[in-house]
């Protein structure tokens, strides 16, 4: 691994802990004491199957995995999955308050840069390299698809939840919350299509060896943004619409 990509996947993901204790373990007792640690580990092409015996950081090494990425995608679920009851016990506004506070903030903070990285990219690279401009158009796209979708929530469904949770009769002018639920659940499926895509473009998220720092950069933060989104989409699809639709 080159010092550029150490460097540039530290500043924007530095684990919490210190990397030993997770790299000096072995993958196939870390994914024993977690299972889902497995998910992790196949994102990112590391064998925990045959080559459980080894230790992270030798079986990040023979992936050709960035050990501060892995570090970081496993502290991330861990923190998630700890927060995942206290979450499914809140009441629907304190839900609806924390996806906004969460999640809507962390779209909104990296949409811009993410725009900013793979434009840059384009502009230095993209006569060069195919796959450049082709990944700028389906990043725009994302963001495109997803700035309306935050205000539809924010502005439309959020507070129709919000005023059924306190016992209110919604007349919204899309009838049935259903009809906006059934929406947003289908924008949802949008927007993952378009990250397969950029998954497929990029190699999950691969830089190449010939990449620069922007690029690099670009690459970590839109894992990162998938990563964080793919949370967000659960929250909503899987606890705060189905307890909606149960207060009609
Ligand atoms: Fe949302
Ligand atoms: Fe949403």
Redesign the pocket.
Known sequence: MSSASLASASQLEQPSTPLSPWLERKVGELVAEDFRRAHVFSQFGIDFCCGGGRALINACERAQADPYKVVAALEYMTNSGAKEDELNQLPLEQLIDYIERTHHQYVRAKAPLLLEYSEKMVRAHGEHYAEIVPFAGWVRALIEDLMP?LMK?ENILFPAIRAMSQGEQVQGCFGHIGNPINA?QH??EDAGLILQKLHELTNGFTPPEYACTTWRVCYATLAEFEADLHR??HL?NNILFPKALQLT
Do not use: D, G, L
């Open positions: 979708h929530e947003m924008e949802h967000h989409i909503e």
